[in-house]
């Protein structure tokens, strides 16, 4: 990032010249992100919806993506810059490594991040925003980290769990009644489903599990052991019970999972 600013700043997304515009700039948008801490690691999820306006511009896209071989990151707001960002930002990590010889912390990371969202900017003000969930396994401190981020590249680390995109205060009410200090990583697993399920319930731009089109959330846990992805297999059967203990038991998330 630092070579491409001194050399040819233009090709840096937040760099890009736009047309002058009469309003916002309707682009797809990524929605939901959630994460959350349990002893060992952290779990970082997002569902699969991008919208456009009032128009669902696509049901499966991806929004979660492994960073390094600790750490991964959740896209909210406009998909197209977003997806730019990670892949910078995953290449900046990976020269890092071969540089020195050694992976930049866990802090290191959140603070990069930070700054390449900072250079958006410009593209933010004109309704292009950015705004990411990062989370990781300190290798330091030997546990998960969550990090979140404002459009001005604001930096806030997140303690239990966090939410962001158009469904995070529906989701993050769902995490707030579940969490437990003592959870398992199947138990965390299952809870950020829950609370993407509850942000899709009341925010339209939130999708939850489509068992028709088989479209489940993505689910990542990091742990000592590195990043690791859930499989379709995996996370239909999460969703899945989570339907089932639905409509078994509608009185919302902490039933679902009694």
Known sequence: MDFLSEHQPEI??????LPPTQGVIEAPHGTTIVAVTF??????????RATMGNVIAQRDIEKVFPADEYSAVGIAGTAGLAVEMVKLFQLE????????????????????????????LGMAMQGLAVVPLFAGYDVDR???R?????VTGGRSEEHNYAATGSGSIF?????????????SEAEATTLVVQALYDAA???SATGGPDVARRIYPIITVITDDGFRRLTENEASEIARSILERR??????????LL
């Open 12 to 17: 840096l997304p937040g760099n890009r010249q």
């Open 39 to 48: 002893p060992g690691g952290v779990v970082l999820a997002g569902d699969r």
């Open 93 to 120: 990590l990976e020269h890092f490594e071969k540089v020195e010889g050694a992976q930049l912390s866990l802090e290191g990371k959140a603070n990069r991040l930070s700054t390449m969202i900072r250079s958006n």
């Open 142 to 144: 030997d546990k998960g």
């Open 146 to 150: 969550i990090f979140s981020y404002d």
């Open 171 to 183: 989701a993050r009410g769902a995490m707030k009644k579940l969490f437990r200090e003592d959870l």
């Open 201 to 203: 319930d009341d925010d």
């Open 247 to 256: 409509l078994e038991q509608p009185d919302g998330p902490r039933a679902a």
